[in-house]
């Protein structure tokens, strides 16, 4: 059964590009989409999205895009968003980011979503872009330096840091690199 998306933004190129991009993938169907939040209630019973790609600027709360329904949302973003308002969302996706980077933070956040909703913990296993960028952390880059070495946005960096930590319960750099250094990640040396 293909993942249906519901792409809520202002900007009909940006809808066009995403679309153009999401179907060319088979396990994607893209709804017809929203350019603004009006006629959001009847498009989530109708279209029954299984993830919704919106601009954060329309709304700083991701509860007030899916109403009561458990859609998990990301952030499209384009321009700067203040960090806080993109904790609030599941995930985000940057334009700048290659297709594949779009398409497996979908996919991610859906299984992760299907999962929970099924009683089945969520996969604690680091995908090998989050050990990537594990890696990149515990040798004390910074996010911006993270994102140009892995050709990513910040904001996708941020991302991961953020599903790294939710995944290994970790929340100190010390702390992560404790535990690449345990998982033979990296070498103790390498640090020095």
Do not use: W
Not at 166 to 187: E, F, M, Q
């Amino acid at each position: 059964m293909k993942t249906r998306v519901l792409i809520i933004e202002p900007s009909e190129v940006i809808v066009e590009g995403l679309k153009s991009l999401l179907e060319q993938q088979t396990r994607f169907k893209v709804l017809p989409p929203l350019y603004g939040l009006d006629a959001l209630d009847e498009r989530l019973i109708s279209g029954k999205p299984d993830v919704i790609i919106a601009n954060p600027t329309l709304s700083s709360q991701p509860g007030q895009l899916t109403g009561d329904t458990a859609v998990p949302v990301v952030a499209l973003v384009y321009q700067y968003v203040e960090p806080v308002v993109l904790k609030r969302y599941d995930a985000a996706i940057d334009i700048r980011d290659n297709c594949g980077t779009i398409v497996d933070t979908l996919i991610r956040i859906v299984q992760s979503h299907e999962q929970a909703e099924h009683g089945r913990p969520a996969s604690y296993e680091l995908s090998r872009r989050e050990t990537d960028v594990l890696v990149q952390v515990a040798r004390g880059l910074t996010n911006k330096e993270i994102a140009d070495s892995l050709n990513v946005s910040v904001h996708t960096v941020i991302s991961h840091r953020k599903n790294i930590m939710h995944k290994t319960g970790i929340k100190s750099v010390a702390g992560l690199t404790v535990y690449a250094i345990l998982n033979n990640l990296i070498d103790e040396s390498a640090l020095i």
